[in-house]
């Protein structure tokens, strides 16, 4: 559309976050990868697609469905109606989430307080909203910070305030003096969310005594911790993974944001909150907070397609309720890409410790992301330049930060490709450095 033609709105008369970097950053990088179909991916955190079977999906349609006659005693027409009709807002496979969780995490949770929401996304969007209560409330966040997270924020209208992360996953005296910066401003902190596993995009894990104090300072301070854990089953070495935060939480203190995205199927659309917390309501009624976020729910999606958690349900019945059995495959393909991602860039980037201009980068222990560091800003105009030039696609670490500071870094996903396809893509980034390095040095 031209500026000439006729317009009926303008965006300054809708939502304030409507033209946010935060809500436009994932539609940026999805337009850039479709104007270069040629460019390889090393931008997409999406899994890998080889591994996708419609069969199975059929199959696993079946199992749940086996499942609500043989195992819960539905008649056939009360099993149909809940495969195709509306349904519960909290969900149709929260059972067996709740099982799952103490199989994988060692996570004991009542299946009531599970909500099963459309993808995590709508999970965080759900709390997010029941938690901003005010024009004073603010969300603490680990930067930087996953963008469907800030997003979600700006459109509940909860300003983010970022924590430092550093090599620790989360600098416990930064959270403290953020908590007592906001108090002393009059404002509220209502949760800090984080990614305690391979976060996204850092890549950086919190080991587990770092995971005990971090509970500690959130009781000491009263403070909700929102932990999102995508990730968490892609560990690339064999020892055990650490507790999550839930799973060391003993006092509530911890909203756990799920995602089959990653386990499952992405097109499956299905996630979950466990929201345990006791919230009091009127006439002294005590329920969990999982019971308000499916109130929210019930205005925004209804209830999440069963058909859809039928998917899900079926393939946690077909591998007894574990995901780190189901994914053993995917597993062991993605902690070969990092390992080969590291080792390319390694070759590519020998170590030049007199060079003050070096490239240097993340060796996660798991996960789908590596951040590199240059010594020049990355934007999304070298982006841009990167994927016509060059045939190669990364995200800028710039949009995972909530200002415009110059960011020297970006980050590469080995999520959706094969080990050739990271030969070339580095082989290509690797050009695009160096040719800019001789370009400023020049
Ligand atoms: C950290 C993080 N949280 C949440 C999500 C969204 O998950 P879902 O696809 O289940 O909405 C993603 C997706 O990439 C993610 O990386």
């Not at 496979?93 to 060692?106: M, P, S, T, Y």
């Not at 979600?152 to 003096?177: M, N």
């Not at 329920?287 to 349900?313: E, F, R, W, Y």
Request: charge should be negative; aromatic fraction near 6%; proline fraction near 7%.
């Amino acid at each position: 559309m031209t500026a000439a033609e006729p317009v009926d709105l303008s965006v300054a008369d809708l939502h304030p976050a409507l033209g946010d970097p935060a809500l436009t950053s994932m539609n940026f990088l999805n337009e850039v990868s479709e104007r270069y179909p040629g460019a390889v991916s090393l931008a997409a955190g999406r899994p890998y697609e080889e591994f996708f079977d419609l069969a199975a999906v059929h199959r696993h349609l079946d199992t749940f469905h086996r499942h609500l006659v043989d195992d819960l005693g539905h008649r056939p027409e009360q099993a149909r109606r809940l495969l195709l009709q509306y349904g519960r807002t909290k969900g149709i496979v929260h059972h067996l989430i709740a099982r799952n969780l103490a199989v994988d995490e060692g996570i004991t949770v009542d299946p009531e307080d599970i909500v099963v929401t459309v993808g995590c996304q709508e999970a965080m969007f759900l709390v997010l909203r029941a938690l901003r209560a005010g024009p004073t409330d603010v969300l603490l966040a680990v930067a930087p910070t996953y963008v469907g997270l800030t997003g979600a924020a700006r459109l509940v209208d909860l300003p983010v305030w970022p924590v430092a992360g550093g090599s620790s996953g989360i600098d416990l005296a930064d959270l403290a003096a953020q908590v007592r910066r906001a108090r002393a401003a009059g404002l509220r902190p209502r949760a800090c969310y984080l990614m305690p596993d391979f976060a996204n995009p850092s890549g950086v894990s919190i080991d587990t005594a770092h995971r005990r104090r971090l509970l500690d300072l959130a009781a000491q301070e009263d403070l909700l911790l929102l932990e999102d854990n995508p990730y968490g089953l892609f560990h690339s070495d064999d020892g055990p993974r650490p507790p999550t935060l839930k799973a060391l939480d003993t006092g509530r203190r911890v909203v756990y944001l799920g995602s089959f995205a990653k386990t499952v199927l992405p097109g499956a659309r299905v996630g979950y909150v466990v929201a345990d917390q006791r919230v009091a309501g009127p006439g002294g009624r005590v329920g969990p907070l999982a019971d308000q976020l499916a109130m929210i729910k019930s205005m925004v999606t209804v209830n999440t397609s069963p058909i859809a958690q039928a998917v899900i349900g079926g393939r946690l019945l077909e591998h007894g309720c574990s995901l780190v059995a189901a994914n053993t495959r995917e597993r062991s393909a993605y902690t070969r890409n990092l390992r080969h991602l590291v080792a390319g860039l390694t070759r590519r980037f020998p170590d030049q410790p007199d060079r003050p201009a070096a490239v240097r980068w993340t060796v996660p222990a798991g996960g789908f992301f590596v951040v590199v560091t240059v010594p020049f800003p990355v934007d999304d105009a070298l982006l841009d330049r990167s994927a016509r030039d060059y045939g190669v696609l990364w995200t800028p670490m710039a949009h995972f930060y909530d200002d415009t500071a110059p960011v020297h870094a970006l980050r590469l996903s080995v999520s959706a490709v094969t080990p050739e396809q990271i030969d070339v893509g580095l082989d290509r980034l690797a050009a695009l450095i160096t040719d800019e390095l001789t370009r400023r040095a020049g």
